[in-house]
């Protein structure tokens, strides 16, 4: 992820272009370092997000929907009073760093003009927000306090100065002269893409590589003409916003020639970042949230397969049982030969006509009758543990198909799902539940799967978890409505709210239900379907599963983009 100088350079010209005299008519922080502006510009309303994120920080137009908390934080509350109703005048980066100001001009309770100033600082687990009165040239508040014990260089609380980000002592390569760069770069030293990105600011690796790539390792000559060919580029905003789907997924505002990898196209810098983005951030929360969950449930199938290998071990034991019933046998016929003390019989085998002779184990503490008698023992219990360890071993792989499938739905899970998760998971006794002085009036939320529409139109549902899918299936869904979920592999229960779905719908709903499973990662995956009607819960099954009949298959393979396209 390469959000450098440059793409902070080319944003800022879009929101300049798109967003200046809009009107800030909401603000919303759906997470501690997200916020949301609604802007209100030639009659249109455009969602503006600022992003504070240690790893995902970041400035855009969204068209993503993001789940507001109840009570809004102190700092959005701050910025409702301040910003509410005011108007964006400029917006401007600094220098070529990866700093944008927000010049918002509005007026106070009692009519008067005030000048505000949001500063958005793009800096990984360094980023901020930054409410600026101009007038008083302080900081009214921030996304993220800095103590001075934090830094020495600057303090960013209430009531303080103003200060920049450290200076790094780099050359703004949008105001340097074109002989610079030759009197910057050592071609003797090497690396010269490592010295353009400790010469230069805003410059990051990734263009640095492109710079030597197009330079093809040449001369002096040849990296400063495709040094300033890019930087002419950028300065007049010829810009090319694409993502780069190689086995790191890398995105840049100018053609990179040296990825050689399939590359997607955007007409707007805000929407690769939102495509690029989308989901991200929300993914990296919810691993948090969840992380303890996924490590017990990681455990728990660690611990059943451990238990597998220990019972296959005696179920391997227990297949000679009829060992010890002749061995038992042969040693009562042979009695007489036998007596306290021994510690063999040798015995003709007379089950085996080419081995005339065996030799049998005795316990020397035993007579010769107690010795056949525990042989005798051995094969009954052994016959009897044969039935249970199997039972045991069909129940333990049932444990770790529902354990798999929870952990798959943890993976894709949205916040608002892993609440569903964890509750469910209490339900069937795997984690304690704490919260037992709850107040019995507080009703459990009613699931809501996510909706999706097929491109004629049609409804369509999938289940994120398996009380979402329990509610789906057998309260949401009617009779005749089409069930699909992936064969024989765990995933999402999906419905398509039709009786006689068209082709492209049902294909596109075996999108979601193989984008939504264990397999979404692979290619030609098995999608059963069928009507609801077909679709059963066998009593006392763990939560989620179902058996169905009449169902036909249809193979997919699965692709990203559906979601974007079918999501509302």
Not at 554 to 567: E, G
């Amino acid at each position: 992820m390469t959000f450098d100088g440059i793409v902070t350079r080319a944003i800022t010209k879009e929101l300049q272009d798109e967003l200046t005299t809009g009107r800030i008519i909401k603000i919303y922080q759906p997470t501690q370092t997200e916020l949301v502006f609604t802007v209100r510009v030639q009659g249109e309303n455009r969602s503006l997000l600022f992003s504070a994120h240690p790893m995902y920080a970041r400035l855009h137009l969204t068209e993503d929907t993001y789940q507001n908390p109840k009570e809004p934080p102190m700092f959005c509350m701050l910025l409702r009073k301040h910003l509410v109703g005011s108007f964006i005048e400029r917006i401007e980066q600094h220098e070529n760093e990866r700093v944008v100001f927000f010049s918002i001009k509005g007026k106070n309770e009692i009519g008067d003009e005030t000048k505000k100033t949001l500063a958005v600082e793009i800096m990984g687990k360094h980023s901020n927000i930054i409410l600026i009165d101009q007038d008083k040239e302080h900081i009214l508040d921030s996304i993220k306090h800095v103590s001075p014990a934090q830094s020495r260089h600057r303090t960013v609380l209430p009531g303080q100065a103003y200060v920049l980000p450290p200076d790094q002592g780099k050359l703004n390569p949008m105001e340097i002269e074109a002989a610079t760069f030759r009197r910057k770069m050592d071609l003797n030293q090497g690396k010269l893409d490592q010295q353009i990105v400790h010469a230069f600011m805003g410059v990051s690796p990734l263009l640095a590589r492109e710079i030597a790539h197009q330079a093809k390792l040449g001369n002096m000559d040849a990296y400063e003409k495709v040094f300033n060919d890019i930087m002419t580029e950028i300065k007049h905003h010829n810009y090319a916003p694409s993502i780069y789907n190689g086995s790191k997924e890398e995105f840049y505002v100018l053609p990179l020639s040296h990825l050689s990898v399939e590359r997607k196209e955007f007409t707007r810098t805000s929407e690769m970042l939102d495509t690029f983005y989308s989901g991200k951030a929300e993914r990296d929360r919810v691993k948090q949230q969840a992380g303890d969950l996924l490590r017990f449930l990681k455990n728990e199938i660690e611990k059943n397969k451990r238990k597998i290998k220990k019972q296959k071990q005696t179920l391997q034991k227990a297949e000679k049982a009829d060992d010890y019933q002749r061995y038992g046998e042969l040693l009562t016929a042979h009695m007489h030969t036998m007596k306290t003390g021994d510690k063999k019989a040798i015995v003709m085998n007379y089950y085996d006509p080419e081995q005339q002779e065996i030799t049998i184990d005795l316990n020397p503490n035993k007579t010769p009758s107690e010795n056949a008698q525990s042989y005798f023992k051995t094969y009954q219990k052994l016959k009897t543990s044969k039935v249970k360890v199997q039972i045991e071993i069909d129940k333990a792989k049932k444990e770790i198909d529902y354990l798999e499938e929870v952990t798959q739905q943890i993976e894709d899970a949205r916040e608002q799902d892993i609440e569903e998760i964890r509750e469910e998971l209490k339900e069937q006794g795997y984690i304690k539940n704490r919260m037992k002085n709850r107040k019995k009036n507080n009703k459990p939320k009613k699931p809501a799967p996510e909706k999706f529409t097929a491109t004629d139109g049609t409804t369509i549902y999938v289940g994120r978890n398996n009380k979402q899918n329990e509610y789906l299936t057998t309260r949401l869904a009617a009779r005749t409505d089409i069930w699909l979920h992936t064969k024989d592999i765990p995933g999402s229960h999906v419905i398509i709210q039709d009786t006689n779905p068209s082709e492209d719908t049902l294909a596109e709903a075996a999108q979601l239900a193989a984008l939504y499973s264990k397999a979404k990662a692979s290619s030609s995956v098995p999608v059963d379907y069928t009507q609801v009607r077909y679709v059963k819960k066998p009593n006392g099954a763990k939560p989620g599963y179902v058996t169905y009949d009449n169902q036909k298959t249809l193979f997919v393979t699965p692709d990203q983009r559906f979601l974007t396209q079918l999501k509302n």
